[in-house]
């Protein structure tokens, strides 16, 4: 917004890091990125990050990403990327009308729970501690109401400890079965906020249980900002700092 469209915005922290993955198909025969070769899968949006490491994971598995109407040819070693609403990722790909697709929680764990589908690779486990969503302000909001913008950051911080050191409450509260921020049942949410367990090593979805990552984190910059704040230091160093898909 602050270079295309000259709107003047201040980002004041991160909403949260890692929490996606790339989800596939039951049955697909889908079991590493390479395998990807003459399938479709859908993203959220092109200026995503889940397209963003989507297409890095490709790359380095010698897949080329392509965009083409469905039904067209594919070409030996392509991957055809299109975007679908993240609601619809699920049922589309129970109707195999894609062979998987990448997306922020908790639709990932709503394609296991629900229509038996398998998480390929958890994104923060390629690019360690990835940001996902941000929060943003008006920026002659800083200038014009300091007092009031330091507030909404303490809250934030505030959010982000409790989120960190609470994950199942929080999984119960934000769900169709709390609040109803979201319009998931409580186990999915719940399994997507704390499931990263070992089931995960045996099928490759993790492979870096050195980086201390969870399914999602709650951090609000990327340094440690609060002694007491329950995730681990992030690293925000490229994509680069990646492990190999």
């Known amino acids: 917004m602050r270079y295309n469209n000259h709107f003047p915005v201040?980002?004041?922290?991160?909403?949260?890091t890692?929490?996606?993955?790339?989800v596939v198909g039951a049955g697909s025969g889908i079991t590493k990125f390479s395998d990807l070769k003459?399938?479709?899968?859908?993203?959220?949006?092109?200026y995503s990050?889940?397209?963003?490491?989507l297409q890095y994971?490709?790359?380095e598995s010698g897949v080329v990403p392509v965009i083409k109407a469905e039904g067209a040819q594919l070409a030996s070693g392509e991957c055809a990327l299109q975007v679908l609403p993240l609601p619809d990722m699920p049922t589309a790909l129970a109707a195999k009308k894609i062979d998987g697709y990448i997306v922020a929680e908790p639709f990932n764990a709503l394609g296991e729970v629900k229509v038996g589908a398998g998480i390929l690779r958890f994104t923060g486990d390629i690019w360690r501690n990835h940001p996902c969503c941000v929060i943003c302000t008006q920026e002659n909001n800083t200038a014009a109401r300091p007092d009031w913008t330091?507030?909404?950051?303490?809250?934030?911080?505030?959010a982000h400890i409790f989120a960190s050191k609470n994950k199942a409450e929080v999984g119960h509260l934000i769900s169709r079965d709390g609040k109803g921020y979201l319009p998931a049942p409580a186990d999915v949410v719940e399994k997507a906020i704390t499931d990263y367990g070992a089931q995960y090593d045996a099928t490759g979805a993790v492979q870096h249980r050195d980086w201390h990552n969870g399914p999602i984190d709650f951090q609000p910059w990327p340094y440690v900002c609060c002694a007491n704040l329950g995730s681990r230091q992030s690293d925000p160093g490229a994509m680069p700092g990646a492990g190999a898909p």
């Open 49 to 53: 990050i889940h397209n963003i490491v």
């Open 10 to 16: 201040k980002i004041l922290a991160w909403g949260h």
């Open 150 to 158: 330091q507030k909404v950051v303490d809250a934030i911080v505030r």
């Open 38 to 46: 003459g399938r479709r899968i859908a993203v959220p949006f092109w």
């Open 18 to 22: 890692n929490g996606s993955g790339l």
């Open 57 to 59: 994971a490709l790359r």
